[in-house]
């Protein structure tokens, strides 16, 4: 199993360049996530995905959209890229929900560094 | 305004010596407080978790514990190896939220041999 992965590893926009990230993942996992994670900050949750063709907001939307065709894989996409979306991306996934307290583990992805100029 | 507060935001500890990391949350809501791992150019892994039902958990070298009262908790890196060195994170969530993960700002530690 190949776990979660993300194309492209690194890419440089200049500014109102529009890219779209790949994630895939092998686990057969109902929840997938996209997150940024820049110094100082954390990882913060862009968008999330509870199954095929949902999407919803996490905490730091604007700027993003995200797409669900298939339960494997999880786009993110930049429409206008702008230099404050500088940072590396991991896209992650869990299995389920898991029980009412929430015991998932998610499983991250090596990570997109994105620069835009 | 994050809602887990991490502190350091590094440390550098001999070889065999312990680390530990505190964090702090507010929301009496959070019932899953996972720690995770990042190695340098690598993605966050799941290290250890606990739940407010126990006040501490441990792993081999890696315990944390939990202060419900305090709405602490802590990691706890005992005889620290050189291959310990990467970034933790703790994180917090809310068994409603839909695996919503409230992550800390992240603690560097270096193991120096």
């Known amino acids: 199993n190949a776990g979660v992965t993300q194309t492209p590893k690194f890419r440089v926009l200049k500014t109102g360049q529009s890219m779209t990230l790949l994630c895939a993942q092998d686990?057969?996992?109902?929840?997938m996530y996209w997150y940024r994670q820049d110094p100082g900050m954390g990882l913060r949750l862009i968008h999330y995905?509870?199954?095929?063709?949902?999407?919803a907001k996490g905490e730091v939307p604007d700027g993003y959209n995200v797409s669900r065709l298939k339960k494997q894989n999880f786009l993110l996409g930049l429409e206008s890229a702008a230099p404050s979306q500088t940072s590396v991306y991991f896209c992650?996934?869990?299995?389920?929900?898991?029980?009412?307290?929430?015991?998932?583990?998610?499983?991250f992805g090596p990570g997109t560094r994105l620069t835009v100029l | 305004q994050q809602q887990v507060k991490q502190s350091p935001q590094s440390l550098i500890v001999q070889k065999g010596g312990i680390s530990i990391i505190n964090c702090a949350y507010e929301?009496?809501?959070?019932?899953?407080f996972p720690w995770y791992q990042q190695f340098p150019g690598k993605g966050p892994a799941l290290l250890i978790a606990?739940?407010?039902?126990?006040s501490e958990k441990k792993e081999g070298r890696f315990t944390i514990s939990f202060n419900k009262s305090a709405k602490q908790f802590s990691l706890h890196i005992m005889d620290s190896q050189p291959g310990d060195s990467a970034t933790y994170f703790c994180?917090?969530?809310?068994?409603?939220?839909?695996?919503?993960?409230?992550f800390g700002a992240g603690t560097q530690v270096v193991v120096t041999p």
């Open positions: 992650a996934s869990s299995y389920s929900r898991g029980t009412v307290t929430s015991t998932d583990t998610q499983y």
């Open positions: 686990m057969n996992h109902e929840y």
């Open positions: 995905s509870v199954g095929e063709g949902t999407t």
């Open positions: 929301n009496t809501a959070f019932d899953y």
């Open positions: 606990i739940r407010p039902d126990v």
């Open positions: 994180a917090a969530n809310r068994g409603d939220s839909w695996g919503k993960l409230q």
